[in-house]
């Protein structure tokens, strides 16, 4: 397989798979947007196998379990961060991941096990518990990106996960009802018990007032990681200081959205138009203009903690 193949795969997989993100990237060096690209492309192909879906869509109809669709997509990143022969796009970008950069082969792996916990179709009692969810799905994609860009202080990678864990939050936040529909939940357990929502009328039209309520506690969970990830985009190096702090304001604006839109969140998808994503990338440009952060700032000891790898 070609270079350019693996590149248009990785390129076309960001474009239609995540428009917000898609949007920050452009805005990275070409090596590091190529890289960032291409992992992108196998951490959506992985979901998407798992999920049965395309691009996180429809049904994609398939012989084989999830739990023998995920011990399949392990064999073949294993092959790939090996430097073995591989047959589709998606781990022929992170095999060419691999090879450029130190990336312990544990994170992807770390990625995967994320997803055996839709597999088992796992519930999260509390926020401590949906945070190790939040990890394996998306913090270590933050860590993983921040290696990419090459960055290897512990600290600097500390912020680069609670970025992940506030994209994902923000996620849920807006996802709550279509993941309802599907039959996941990730909202605390515990929080639907307080607002009075029995687990299997998530997606409830009659509960929409009090689900807003848990949206709003998910958003507001958000804000901390969103601020010690702040302090990370400092050590970055300039073109992906660009690029990350676009993609914070783009997906903490999509978080404050859901809040805005109260009981109506769910009413049609979030997303930021075009002109604001051009408003955000000039903030971002000013804050990348700022002096560098100090990373020696302490985080915040009251954060979710990331495991050692």
Known sequence: MTTASTQDYADQSIEQGSQSFAAAARLFDKETRQDVTKLYAWCRYCDD???????????????????????????????ALEGGPVKHPAFAGLRDIAQHHELPRALPLAHLEGFRADVEHRRYQTLPDLMVYCYG??????????????????AVL?????????FQLTNISRDIVEDAENGRIYVPLDWLDEASIPVDEVAASQHRDALAS???????????YYASAQVGIGALPFRSRLAIATA?????????????????????????????????????????????SQIA?????????????
């Open 49 to 79: 196998v798992v999920d049965g879906q395309v691009l996180g869509h429809g049904t994609v109809v398939s012989p084989h379990s999830q739990q023998q669709r995920l011990a399949e997509l392990t064999e073949k990143t294993l092959a």
């Open 137 to 154: 799905v998306a913090g270590v994609v933050g860590i993983m990106m921040a290696d990419i860009m090459g960055v290897r202080d512990p």
């Open 158 to 166: 500390d912020r680069a996960c609670d970025l992940g864990l506030a």
């Open 214 to 224: 848990v949206a709003r506690r998910l958003v507001q969970a958000a804000e901390p």
């Open 248 to 292: 914070l304001y783009v997906y903490r604006a999509i978080g404050q959205e859901v809040v805005k839109r109260g009981a109506r969140a769910w009413d049609e998808r979030v997303s930021t138009s075009t002109l604001q994503k051009s408003g955000f990338a000039l903030k971002g440009l000013v804050k990348t203009l700022k002096p560098r």
């Open 297 to 309: 700032k302490r985080r915040d000891e009251t954060l979710w903690k990331r495991p050692k790898i």
